[in-house]
């Protein structure tokens, strides 16, 4: 009798600590955000588009980060540095063409932050920053990581 009576009271002051928490639900709000965005920019993006797109994923990002459980915030952060660095290339891409030579200080900088994207120097010519396969990378990093989080989030 003690016993159920223990369960009972501590079950009690659980619902009561739950009550009022709001549900952590947030990461699936972000992850349909960023899906469109991988979406779109599979099926061929252009930068204004692209930035416009990113900056409503960070807008939802940061409005539903607090209703994301603590422990999958580094996947939201991650997928955002990998989406962000290809809007810097989008920009790049906009500004000058395609291929870029691989030995620039903004090349360099991309490649020490995220060194996968070393394949795309040469991948088509000799010396060259290939920009479509530096954003199919950096976009399987995100997509790659979006699973992840959508696998982690689900029900124990």
Same mark, same amino acid.
């Given at each position: 009798?003690?016993?159920?009576?223990?369960?009972?009271?501590?079950?009690?002051?659980?619902? +009561?600590?739950?009550?009022?928490?709001?549900?952590?639900?947030?990461?699936? =709000?972000?992850?349909?955000? =960023?899906?469109?965005?991988?979406?779109?920019?599979? +099926?061929?993006?252009?930068?204004?588009?692209?930035?416009?797109?990113?900056?409503?994923?960070?807008?939802?990002? %940061?409005?539903?980060? /607090? %209703?994301?459980? %603590?422990?999958?915030? #580094?996947?939201?952060?991650?997928?955002?540095? @990998?989406?962000?660095?290809?809007?810097?290339?989008?920009?790049?891409?906009?500004?000058?063409? /395609?291929? @870029?030579?691989?030995?620039?200080?903004?090349?360099?900088?991309?490649?020490?932050?995220?060194?996968?994207?070393? +394949?795309?120097?040469?991948?088509?010519?000799?010396?060259?920053?290939?920009?479509?396969?530096?954003?199919?990378?950096?976009?399987? #990093?995100?997509?790659? =990581?979006?699973?992840?989080?959508?696998? #982690?989030?689900?029900?124990?």
């Amino acid at each position: 009798m003690q016993h159920a009576a223990l369960f009972f009271l501590l079950l009690g002051i659980l619902q +009561a600590a739950c009550q009022g928490q709001p549900p952590q639900t947030g990461h699936h =709000v972000i992850a349909a955000a =960023v899906r469109d965005l991988l979406d779109r920019s599979y +099926a061929g993006i252009d930068y204004a588009t692209y930035r416009a797109r990113l900056r409503a994923v960070e807008a939802v990002s %940061a409005e539903q980060l /607090n %209703a994301t459980p %603590a422990r999958l915030h #580094k996947q939201v952060e991650e997928m955002l540095g @990998y989406l962000r660095v290809a809007e810097e290339i989008l920009r790049w891409q906009a500004e000058a063409g /395609n291929g @870029y030579p691989a030995h620039t200080p903004i090349v360099s900088r991309w490649i020490a932050r995220y060194p996968f994207l070393r +394949a795309a120097v040469g991948a088509h010519r000799a010396d060259v920053f290939d920009v479509p396969t530096a954003l199919m990378l950096l976009w399987d #990093k995100t997509d790659e =990581v979006l699973r992840g989080l959508q696998l #982690k989030s689900a029900p124990l």
